[in-house]
């Protein structure tokens, strides 16, 4: 054994002395330690926007940003309806009750806008009125005709009121963009319309409205809904608050789930194999302290717990159990071996502790990969996964010998093989797969060779996808609504395109206009694939009600008008009509307008093109004299997805560099550093394959299975070089040393895996789809690599080493 190795083994032994001699010091500190980090736990936040899977400091989020400060949210809840008929006076009085029940009940509201009051430009002589639709309430079968007349005639109703066919109507919830809690802010920012806002500044004083808060509007409205709907009078209730809201609730609500049944799994498998309460209860006690601490520091450090990282509670039980599994399994064996109870501690930590630190390092390695990211919840995993892997290295390192020293245990009673050491069953099946691969190497690596080139054209067919709606089960009442709104109404989501002009009044320019109103019908005829337009709408639609309103109502001028200064006038006359709505699409100086683009909502990448499409059409008529900015829901869905792309690139990189160096580290060879790395990408090759062959889309949760599986597989690696070059240094042959270190570390390896995989499939319980998907696919990587280490590792060594080589140095 190497210098280094063996001072490590010496220190580590000296800390398990003093440990297990001054047990009741060592867990008072953890405990002191633990308590200080829980104290945060109350702080802790959820996060589920979409904005959430970014950075701060990202370009599209910054533009966001800034359109919400302009313009405000550009996210609605839409409550779509119907009823027998819409133009019937029974259901407008029902519409109206439910309009002012939301308007009154719903907090951080914006406005309501439905057909009650919706805008309705007409002119009278000189005069422009600017009312709500249903000021005047209709008194008979004449009103309710002249109503339907006017609204069906009206294409500022089309598609966002009203469905093209006349047999939905909507309400159109907003929510205000800002937190109640912060009044003051609230205010200066609402003021947008006076103050001008730069789309890309940096707005920091913003205190936007929480996810908490978000949520208290969805369940208002919600509550609200369930009082109006009945069979007869069904209400679809959509938009992406709700939709995200339904995510953050079966998220939370699986979470609680996942750490119940982990723990159970974990406590059912240690009793399994250890046959000891006692083993159980000092395993659960390392885990979840560990689990307690790392939430608290989330908490401390101001992070907040977002969609992806709602697995870190389950994963962290589930990897940090694997450490105690080792101390635990050499502990026995040694007191089974004659051993007083401190001595088979120390034994214990000195032969498992240096493999046990390096495969928590590896493992923290393959999760660090995730830390410079692009999205901004893989970053937070790929921080405080790896601190929660190392609290829990420490805790086992310390907490676990002190209590071992104060819990009584009670010594095994099993067979005793060669050398002192327990033999049982397990380990002589686990030591004759060994043997099995290493009398036949070439075939055994011949068939691996072939499982991973199946696995590699599997691998080829995976396209990738950023779609949380797709999360929800199909029968999902949100999706269900949306599917329905996309369909009757052309769209549920929406793109926004903030165009700015240098000159103050730009958008007083009748070309402008027109160009903007050209633009408008390119956009509304635009079809690629399943996407289309389903409704453009800016400043040039209010411009046309306004100026059809002063020519007595006249269909033929609903036109753009061709004078400047009578464009002025118009708006001029609109604002002091009493109207706020130009806010909604302009700023105070016609600089900036806003140009709303209705699409269906679908996977993020379906749209890529198509932004990039829209925003080319867009530069062919504006030229570089107006700036274009394509923000909102659907440009962050597709930014997302960029940096999901980007972001496997990078960790999955990092993840091998890192573990590779880390495994040559160990083993102290550069060769056998290498060739011990390929039982572990073996499992990640063939859980994509299995992804491509079962259709499975390679999204934002799954992408985590690559780094995560090498992270962990790498463990057992380790933990079978370790023994192996160990039998080696002893003067064992190749096949002897083989079998020795199955029959000593298998088992041990057997359940580290099992609790892995357990912990994983719980996540197939989940009632989202993509959580069954990464729970599934990353069990499948963990019983993939144990395969590899029993079977591809063993046949390598055999073919590298022989029956009597020695080892690298």
Known sequence: MTGWRQKANARIARTARFVVCHPWWVIAACLLAVVALASQLPNIRFDTSTEGFLHDDDAALIDYHAFRDQFGRDDLIVLALQPPRVFDLAFLTTLRELHERLEAEVPHLDEVTSLINARATRGSEDELLVEDLLEEWPGGPQDLASLEAWVTSNPSYRNLLISEDGRFTTLAIRISAYSSSEAEASEDFAAAFEDDVELGADEGEAVYLSDEEIGEVVSAVRAIVADFAAPDF????AGSPVAMDVIKGNMRSDMLRFIRLTIL?????????FRRASAVFVSLVVVILSLVSTIGLMAASGAALKLPTMVLPSFLLAVGVGD???ILALFFRSLGSGFDKKEAIISALEHSGLPVILTS???????????????APISDLGLFAPAGVMIALLLSLLLLPALLAVVPIRPAET???????QRSWIDHVIGAAGDFATRRPWGMIAAWALLLCVAGLGAARIEFSHNPLEWLPASTPVRQATELIDRELRGSVSMEVVLTREAEN???????LRELEDFSRYAEEYQAGEVFIGRAFSLVDVLKEIHKALNANDSRYYVVPSDRELIAQEFLLFENSGSDDLEDLVDSQFRRVRLTLKAPWLDAGTYTRVIRELESALRERFGSDTEIVMTGLLPLLTRTMDAVMIGIAQSYGIAFVVITLLMMLLIGSVRLGLVAMLPNLAPILCALGLMGWLGLPLDIFTMLIGSIALGLAVDDTIHFMHGYRSYLEKGCDSRTAIRRTLETAGRA???TTLVLSSGFLIFTLSSMNNIFNFGMLTAFAIAVALLADFLLAPALMQVIHGRGAAPDR
């Not at 730009?506 to 402008?512: K, L, N, R, S, Y």
């Open 234 to 237: 069904p209400i679809a209730m």
């Open 265 to 273: 799994a974990i406590a059912v498998l240690l009793f399994l194999v």
């Open 324 to 326: 105690s599994v080792h």
């Open 361 to 375: 390092l590896t493992t923290a390695g393959g999760l660090l990969s995730f830390a410079p990211t692009e999205l």
């Open 415 to 421: 067979a005793v093989g060669e050398g002192g050491e």
């Open 506 to 512: 730009g958008w007083h320019d009748p070309d402008a």
């Open 749 to 751: 390896m057997l359940l």
